[in-house]
């Protein structure tokens, strides 16, 4: 069978076989350098770290392979990068959830009082009803200005301050006036003045 193989002789079918075998590993060889660059580019920008990795392969082949295979970064930079954006994710959610500044458990951003303490958080809107701010003066929402109310509020307040201190002179003057009645009239009850008889002028004594 060999010598049938094309060549002629079997030393000729060894070495031909034997070149295939080399090309093989050839091929294998700087492919699995290729590979690790490729990989090593993905998961570091360190060229030091690069370069290690690049030569373990190129001098050591497949065991080089298995040593770059163990003491590679976990994960590429890409997968770094997705993991650093589901924290920052996870911290704007805990961050937008908030607590309450009463009793500091966690509440959440549509709340109008803490479900725990029961302490008063957002005020609803008068148009659209979402939850807004104290300090905001207008409805991101739907755009309901919220200043014309807290002027209405403020005068009903000042109104109703006002109010018992306007009453209170009010009920004084009828006390003052009746103190100057009841004194004109005990002037009046005092009898006449001195010097006059109380009778009449025309009406002469009798004898």
Known sequence: MLAAWPGGSWQDTVWLVAALLVAYVVVLWFSAVAWAYRDIKNRTNDSFSQFVSVFLVLIFNLPGLFLYLVLRPQETMTEAYERTLETEAMLQEVERLGT????????????????????????????????????????????????PSMAAEAIRSQT?????????????????????????????ASGPPAGRTGLPANTEPTP
Do not use: H, M, N
């Not at 109008?112 to 958080?121: A, E, G, I, K, N």
């Not at 109703?160 to 009010?170: D, E, F, R, T, V």
């Open 100 to 147: 309450c500044p009463s009793c500091r458990r966690r509440i959440e951003e549509e709340y109008l009082l803490c479900p725990y303490c029961r302490t008063s958080l957002r005020k609803p809107c008068a148009q659209c009803g979402r939850a807004l701010s104290f300090g905001w003066v207008a409805c991101p929402y739907c755009g309901a200005d919220r200043v």
């Open 160 to 188: 109703q301050a006002a109010s018992p201190a306007a009453g209170s002179p009010a009920s004084a003057q009828p006390v003052r006036a009746s103190a100057s009645g009841g004194s004109a009239l005990g002037g009046g």
